[in-house]
């Protein structure tokens, strides 16, 4: 009958850990907006297999709705890229990101917009 009481007793602590390990697996990190706010301006980088590392800041909302402005979706870009190469980038202009050649300038659009897009986008959930 010891074996028996030992042997439910192990069984209960195994369900126990395996409740406990699930709800820490399951908790969710809670999202601190003024945290968010300190943060905002830290530099990011990505590594890109033919530009090398490019240094970026994330835009903020209000440059997003600056973007707005913009109708043209090559005009939208380049102030997109400029919005998000400058602060790591002091004195880059418009104009610079307007001389540059076009298949650098697409490829910062693609790598940039990529970045944000992967925010933007729900989680997929379907397994």
Do not use: W
């Not at 090398?52 to 209000?62: D, H, I, P, R, S």
């Amino acid at each position: 009958m010891s074996n028996q009481k030992e042997a439910k007793e192990l069984r209960l602590a195994a369900e126990k850990a395996e409740a406990a390990r699930h709800t820490q697996e399951t908790t969710l990190k809670q999202f601190n907006p003024l945290q968010c706010i300190k943060t905002a301006d830290q530099p990011c980088e990505i590594v890109d297999e033919i530009l090398g590392v490019v240094k970026f800041n994330n835009l903020t909302f209000a440059q997003g709705k600056q973007l707005e402005q913009h109708k043209d979706p090559l005009e939208k870009t380049a102030y997109m890229i400029l919005y998000m190469l400058q602060p790591q980038n002091p004195g880059l202009t418009i104009e610079d990101i307007k001389k540059m050649p076009l298949h650098i300038a697409s490829r910062l659009g693609k790598i940039l917009g990529d970045y944000i897009q992967s925010f933007l986008s729900p989680p997929n959930t379907s397994k």
